[in-house]
C-alpha cells in the first residue's frame, strides 16, 4: 500500500475522524446513561424511604420496634426487593435492619453508619462496602414516638453491570465500524480514481511518434470529465505545434540546398580557376570550408526531420549488432589511431536484432565520432556488445573528459554543446547525438549514460531483442 | 552534345551550364516545366537535366512527356529530397540517374558523361599517374621500383582517386564512394585516410602526387 496515495491519507482521516465522532457519542451514552440509571435509584429509593416514613408516622407511639419492623417487612419486603432499610431513633438506638438481600450483592451487617451523624435534611450518599458500592438514600424524620434516621439503600452492581456491556459493546462495535468505514474509503477513492488511471496510462504510451492517440474520456460529467476533454484538446494542439515545427524544419533544410549548390559550384569554380592567385584561392577555400559546414548541418537536419517523419522504420531487416559494431569499429581505427586514441571492439557478442541497418551503423558511428573526439591523447574507446537480460545491449564507453551531470539531460538536444568553444573546433554541428537518440526511439531503443567528469563516459544502449517484439513490425 | 536543363533556380541553371559549356557541350536552360517542354518538343537533345520541383508543369510529369516523345533520352535528376521512396519514385518515372542537392559540379559532371556514353567504357586494368602505378587485377601499387603496401580502404581511395587524375574530388564524393553515407558530418575520416595515404605513397618520394585543394577536396596529378 502506498502511504503518500491519496486513498489511503484519505482513509485515515475517515478513520482518525469516526474514532473522534465514536469516542465523543461513546463518552456521552456512558455519562447519559449513568445519570439516567442512578436518578432512576434515587427515586425508587426514596418512594420506598416514604412508605418507611409513613409506617413510622402513623405508629401509634406505645408500638414497639418488633411491631415496627414486622409493618417494614410486610410493606416494603426489603429482602425480596433487594433493598437494605436501616431505621434508628434518635439518639443511636437501631431500630429495624433489614437481612440479607435475594441476590446478595451486599451484605446488610457490614454497612457503614452514615459519615453525616444526623442530617438536616433527606440526602443520597454512595458507601463503599466490602461487596461493592451501595446508593443510600438518608432521610431524618421526627413523629409522635421520636426522631428517626430512615437509610435505604441498595447496590450499585446492576448499573455498573449495564455500565460494563455497555463499554464491551462500544469497544467492540467501534474499531469494527471504523476499520468498515476507513477500508470502504479507500476502496471508493481508489475506484473514483480509476478513470485517472486509466488517462495516465493512456498518456504514459503518447510519445511524440504517436501524438494522434487520445486519452479516453470519462462521463462523469464533473471536473475529471473536462480534464480528460481539455487533455486531449491540448494534445491536438500539441500535435499540431509539433507538425508544423517538423515541416519547418524539413522544408528549411530543403529550401537551403539550391542556394547552397550554387555557392558552392561557383566558388569551386573560381578555385579551378587558373588564373586566380594563390591568396584568392586560400579566401575561397576558407569560405567553401565553411559551406562544407552548413552542407553537414543542413544533412543533418534533413536527416533529424526525415527520422521524424518515421523514416527509419521502413526497411527493417535482422542486424547482427556485433558484426556491425566489429566492422563501424575497423572503419573508424584509423580515426582513433590519428587522434592517438586507442580503439577497443572487443566481447562482440553476436546480438541479432531488427532494425535499419543504415541507420544502426550512423548510431555507432556518431558514438564512436563522439568518444573519439572527446578523449584525449592515449585514452581508451571501448565498443561492446552482449545479450543481457533479453535485451540486446550495445555500449561505448571511453576514457575522455566526461560530461558534468547538469548537461547530461541535454547532450541528446539538438545543437547543444557541452562545452562552445570546443567542441565547435571539432567541427561537429551539434546534431550527431541528437540523430542517435531519434534512430533508437524510432528502434524502441532505451539510452542510458554514465560520465564522470575526468574520468569518462559510458553509453549503453538496450534493444529489445526480435522475440519480445513479436506481432510489431 | 546538346544539353538541356530544366531548373526553375536561375542562377543553379546557370552555374551547371557554365560549368558543361566549358567541358564543350552545348547548352540550354529552361526556367520551368512548359518552357522545358516547348524545348523539348522543338529541339533534339542528347540529355535531360531536370529539377524534380518545377513551376507550372512538374518534373515528373514533364519526364513522362519526355519519355513519351523519345524513350532512349537520358535524363538526370536533381532533386532536394533525398529519401528513399523519392528515389524509388523518380526511377519509375523513368530517371536515369539522380543527384541530390547539394552536390559537387564534378560529381555531376561524372554522372553526364556516364549517362552520355550509355555503354560502359572498357576499364583501363592498370592505372598511371607519372611513375605511380595500380593494377586493378594483381591491386598491387608501385611508385617507380618500389611496392607499396596499402590497406583495402587505403587501396578504394587510391583507386577512386586515380579513375580520374587531374580532377578534384570533393570530401562527400570520396565518402560516398569509398565509405558510405553514416559518416557524413560526423568526422574527418576522409582527411585521416588521405593523410595515411600519403605516408605511403608521397613522403618517401621526391615528387609529390596528392594535391590538397582547400575548401574542395583532393586531387592526383603530376
Same mark, same amino acid.
Given at each position: 500500500?502506498?502511504?503518500?496515495?491519496?486513498?489511503?491519507?484519505?482513509?485515515? &482521516?475517515?478513520?482518525?475522524?469516526? $474514532?473522534?465522532?465514536?469516542?465523543?457519542?461513546?463518552?456521552?451514552?456512558?455519562?447519559?446513561?449513568?445519570?439516567?440509571?442512578?436518578?432512576?435509584?434515587?427515586?425508587?429509593?426514596?418512594?420506598?424511604?416514604?412508605?418507611?416514613?409513613?409506617?413510622?408516622?402513623?405508629?401509634?407511639?406505645?408500638?414497639?420496634? $418488633?411491631?415496627?419492623?414486622?409493618?417494614?417487612?410486610?410493606?416494603?419486603?426489603?429482602?425480596?426487593?433487594?433493598?437494605?432499610?436501616?431505621?434508628?431513633?434518635?439518639?443511636?438506638?437501631?431500630?429495624?435492619?433489614?437481612?440479607?438481600?435475594?441476590?446478595?450483592?451486599?451484605?446488610?451487617?457490614?454497612?457503614?453508619?452514615?459519615?453525616?451523624? &444526623?442530617?438536616?435534611?433527606?440526602?443520597?450518599?454512595?458507601?463503599?462496602?466490602?461487596?461493592?458500592?451501595?446508593?443510600?438514600?438518608?432521610?431524618?424524620?421526627?413523629?409522635?414516638?421520636?426522631?428517626?434516621?430512615?437509610?435505604?439503600?441498595?447496590?450499585?452492581?446492576?448499573?455498573?453491570?449495564?455500565?460494563?456491556?455497555?463499554?464491551?459493546?462500544?469497544?467492540?462495535?467501534?474499531?469494527?465500524?471504523?476499520?468498515?468505514?476507513?477500508?470502504?474509503?479507500?476502496?471508493?477513492?481508489?475506484?473514483? &480514481?480509476?478513470?485517472?488511471?486509466?488517462? $495516465?496510462?493512456?498518456?504514459?504510451?503518447?510519445?511524440?511518434?504517436?501524438?494522434?492517440?487520445?486519452?479516453?474520456?470519462?462521463?462523469?460529467?464533473?471536473?475529471?470529465?473536462?480534464?480528460?476533454?481539455?487533455?486531449?484538446?491540448?494534445?491536438?494542439?500539441?500535435?499540431?505545434?509539433?507538425?508544423?515545427?517538423?515541416?519547418?524544419?524539413?522544408?528549411?533544410?530543403?529550401?537551403?540546398?539550391?542556394?547552397?549548390?550554387?555557392?558552392?559550384?561557383?566558388?569551386?569554380?573560381?578555385?579551378?580557376?587558373?588564373?586566380?592567385?594563390?591568396?584568392?584561392?586560400?579566401?575561397?577555400?576558407?569560405?567553401?570550408?565553411?559551406?562544407?559546414?552548413?552542407?553537414?548541418?543542413?544533412?543533418?537536419?534533413?536527416?533529424?526531420?526525415?527520422?521524424?517523419?518515421?523514416?527509419?522504420?521502413?526497411? &527493417?531487416?535482422?542486424?547482427? =549488432?556485433?558484426?556491425?559494431?566489429?566492422?563501424?569499429?575497423?572503419?573508424?581505427?584509423?580515426?582513433?589511431?590519428?587522434?592517438?586514441?586507442?580503439?577497443?571492439?572487443?566481447?562482440?557478442?553476436?546480438?541479432?536484432?531488427?532494425?535499419?541497418?543504415?541507420? #544502426?551503423?550512423?548510431?555507432?558511428?556518431?558514438?564512436?565520432?563522439?568518444?573519439?573526439?572527446?578523449?584525449?591523447?592515449?585514452?581508451?574507446?571501448?565498443?561492446?556488445?552482449?545479450?543481457?537480460?533479453?535485451?540486446?545491449?550495445?555500449?561505448?564507453?571511453?576514457?575522455?573528459?566526461?560530461?558534468?551531470?547538469?548537461?547530461?539531460?541535454?547532450?541528446?538536444?539538438?545543437?547543444?554543446?557541452?562545452?562552445?568553444?570546443?567542441?565547435?573546433?571539432?567541427?561537429?554541428?551539434? =546534431?550527431?547525438?541528437?540523430?542517435?537518440?531519434?534512430?533508437?526511439?524510432?528502434?524502441?531503443?532505451?539510452?542510458?549514460?554514465?560520465?564522470?567528469?575526468?574520468?569518462?563516459?559510458?553509453?549503453?544502449?538496450?534493444?529489445?531483442?526480435?522475440?519480445?517484439?513479436?506481432?510489431?513490425? | 552534345?546538346?544539353?538541356?536543363?530544366?531548373?526553375?533556380?536561375?542562377?543553379?541553371?546557370?552555374?551547371?551550364?557554365?560549368?558543361?559549356?566549358?567541358?564543350?557541350?552545348?547548352?540550354?536552360?529552361?526556367?520551368?516545366?512548359?518552357?522545358?517542354?516547348?524545348? =523539348?518538343?522543338?529541339?533534339?537533345?542528347?540529355?535531360?537535366?531536370?529539377?524534380?520541383?518545377?513551376?507550372?508543369?512538374?518534373?515528373?510529369? #514533364? #519526364?513522362?512527356?519526355?519519355?513519351?516523345?523519345?524513350?532512349?533520352?537520358?535524363?538526370?535528376?536533381?532533386?532536394?529530397?533525398?529519401?528513399?521512396?523519392?528515389?524509388?519514385?523518380?526511377?519509375?518515372?523513368?530517371?536515369?540517374?539522380? =543527384?541530390?542537392?547539394?552536390?559537387?559540379?564534378?560529381?555531376?559532371?561524372?554522372?553526364?558523361?556516364?549517362?552520355?556514353?550509355?555503354?560502359?567504357?572498357?576499364?583501363?586494368?592498370?592505372?598511371?599517374?607519372?611513375?605511380?602505378? #595500380?593494377?586493378?587485377?594483381?591491386?598491387?601499387?608501385?611508385?617507380?621500383?618500389?611496392?607499396?603496401?596499402?590497406?583495402?580502404?587505403?587501396?578504394?581511395?587510391?583507386?577512386?582517386?586515380?579513375?580520374?587524375?587531374?580532377?578534384?574530388?570533393?570530401?562527400?564524393?570520396?565518402?560516398?564512394?569509398?565509405?558510405?553515407?553514416?559518416?557524413?558530418?560526423?568526422?574527418?575520416?576522409?582527411?585521416?585516410?588521405?593523410?595515411?595515404?600519403?605516408?605511403?605513397?608521397?613522403?618517401?618520394?621526391?615528387?609529390?602526387?596528392?594535391?590538397?585543394?582547400?575548401?574542395?577536396?583532393?586531387?592526383?596529378?603530376?
Amino acid at each position: 500500500m502506498n502511504h503518500r496515495s491519496l486513498a489511503f491519507r484519505l482513509a485515515v &482521516w475517515y478513520a482518525l475522524l469516526l $474514532s473522534a465522532t465514536f469516542a465523543l457519542v461513546g463518552i456521552g451514552m456512558f455519562y447519559g446513561l449513568d445519570q439516567y440509571l442512578r436518578a432512576n435509584l434515587r427515586d425508587s429509593l426514596r418512594r420506598r424511604s416514604l412508605q418507611v416514613e409513613q409506617i413510622l408516622q402513623q405508629a401509634p407511639a406505645a408500638l414497639s420496634d $418488633s411491631a415496627i419492623a414486622e409493618a417494614i417487612n410486610t410493606r416494603v419486603s426489603p429482602e425480596f426487593n433487594n433493598r437494605f432499610v436501616r431505621v434508628t431513633r434518635a439518639p443511636a438506638t437501631p431500630v429495624y435492619r433489614s437481612g440479607e438481600p435475594a441476590d446478595r450483592s451486599f451484605d446488610s451487617a457490614a454497612v457503614p453508619p452514615p459519615d453525616v451523624p &444526623w442530617p438536616a435534611s433527606a440526602l443520597v450518599r454512595q458507601i463503599d462496602t466490602a461487596a461493592g458500592p451501595l446508593l443510600v438514600s438518608i432521610t431524618p424524620m421526627a413523629s409522635a414516638s421520636g426522631r428517626y434516621l430512615i437509610e435505604l439503600g441498595t447496590a450499585l452492581g446492576p448499573v455498573e453491570a449495564v455500565q460494563r456491556r455497555l463499554l464491551g459493546l462500544l469497544g467492540l462495535l467501534l474499531p469494527v465500524l471504523v476499520a468498515c468505514a476507513a477500508g470502504g474509503g479507500y476502496l471508493l477513492v481508489n475506484w473514483s &480514481w480509476r478513470p485517472v488511471e486509466r488517462m $495516465s496510462q493512456t498518456a504514459e504510451q503518447i510519445s511524440v511518434q504517436d501524438l494522434d492517440a487520445r486519452l479516453p474520456v470519462v462521463a462523469t460529467g464533473d471536473a475529471l470529465q473536462r480534464l480528460s476533454i481539455s487533455l486531449n484538446l491540448m494534445l491536438a494542439r500539441l500535435r499540431d505545434s509539433m507538425h508544423t515545427s517538423r515541416r519547418f524544419l524539413a522544408d528549411a533544410s530543403h529550401e537551403l540546398r539550391t542556394p547552397l549548390t550554387v555557392i558552392k559550384g561557383e566558388l569551386q569554380q573560381l578555385v579551378a580557376d587558373p588564373g586566380a592567385r594563390s591568396e584568392e584561392r586560400e579566401r575561397i577555400g576558407s569560405v567553401l570550408e565553411e559551406v562544407a559546414r552548413l552542407e553537414h548541418l543542413v544533412a543533418g537536419l534533413l536527416v533529424l526531420s526525415r527520422l521524424d517523419a518515421g523514416d527509419a522504420r521502413r526497411e &527493417w531487416c535482422d542486424v547482427n =549488432l556485433g558484426e556491425l559494431a566489429a566492422s563501424t569499429a575497423e572503419q573508424m581505427h584509423l580515426v582513433a589511431d590519428d587522434r592517438g586514441v586507442r580503439l577497443q571492439a572487443s566481447a562482440l557478442a553476436p546480438v541479432t536484432i531488427r532494425g535499419d541497418a543504415g541507420r #544502426l551503423k550512423q548510431v555507432i558511428v556518431n558514438l564512436l565520432d563522439n568518444a573519439i573526439k572527446f578523449t584525449p591523447r592515449g585514452g581508451t574507446v571501448t565498443v561492446r556488445t552482449e545479450a543481457l537480460d533479453g535485451n540486446g545491449m550495445l555500449e561505448v564507453r571511453d576514457s575522455g573528459i566526461g560530461i558534468p551531470a547538469d548537461s547530461l539531460p541535454h547532450v541528446f538536444d539538438r545543437f547543444y554543446r557541452v562545452d562552445a568553444a570546443r567542441s565547435r573546433d571539432e567541427g561537429g554541428a551539434g =546534431l550527431g547525438l541528437s540523430i542517435v537518440r531519434s534512430i533508437c526511439s524510432a528502434h524502441g531503443v532505451e539510452i542510458e549514460i554514465d560520465s564522470i567528469v575526468g574520468s569518462g563516459t559510458r553509453f549503453r544502449l538496450s534493444f529489445p531483442l526480435p522475440a519480445v517484439r513479436q506481432g510489431s513490425t | 552534345m546538346r544539353l538541356l536543363i530544366v531548373e526553375d533556380d536561375r542562377k543553379l541553371a546557370e552555374f551547371v551550364a557554365r560549368g558543361l559549356r566549358a567541358e564543350h557541350f552545348s547548352v540550354d536552360i529552361a526556367g520551368d516545366g512548359i518552357e522545358g517542354q516547348q524545348y =523539348l518538343d522543338s529541339y533534339q537533345y542528347d540529355l535531360l537535366i531536370l529539377d524534380l520541383m518545377l513551376p507550372k508543369l512538374s518534373g515528373s510529369e #514533364l #519526364l513522362r512527356h519526355a519519355r513519351r516523345g523519345d524513350s532512349t533520352l537520358p535524363v538526370l535528376v536533381l532533386t532536394a529530397r533525398d529519401a528513399t521512396e523519392d528515389k524509388v519514385t523518380q526511377f519509375e518515372a523513368g530517371a536515369d540517374d539522380y =543527384l541530390t542537392k547539394p552536390f559537387d559540379f564534378a560529381e555531376l559532371l561524372v554522372r553526364v558523361k556516364a549517362l552520355l556514353r550509355r555503354t560502359p567504357v572498357a576499364r583501363t586494368d592498370v592505372l598511371r599517374v607519372a611513375d605511380l602505378e #595500380l593494377n586493378r587485377l594483381t591491386q598491387q601499387v608501385r611508385r617507380g621500383s618500389q611496392r607499396i603496401e596499402l590497406t583495402a580502404k587505403e587501396y578504394a581511395l587510391l583507386e577512386y582517386l586515380m579513375s580520374s587524375a587531374g580532377r578534384v574530388f570533393s570530401r562527400t564524393m570520396i565518402l560516398e564512394h569509398v565509405w558510405d553515407q553514416s559518416f557524413e558530418g560526423v568526422t574527418n575520416i576522409v582527411d585521416v585516410y588521405v593523410r595515411y595515404l600519403r605516408r605511403k605513397i608521397d613522403e618517401p618520394f621526391p615528387v609529390e602526387l596528392i594535391h590538397t585543394v582547400r575548401g574542395v577536396g583532393y586531387c592526383i596529378r603530376e
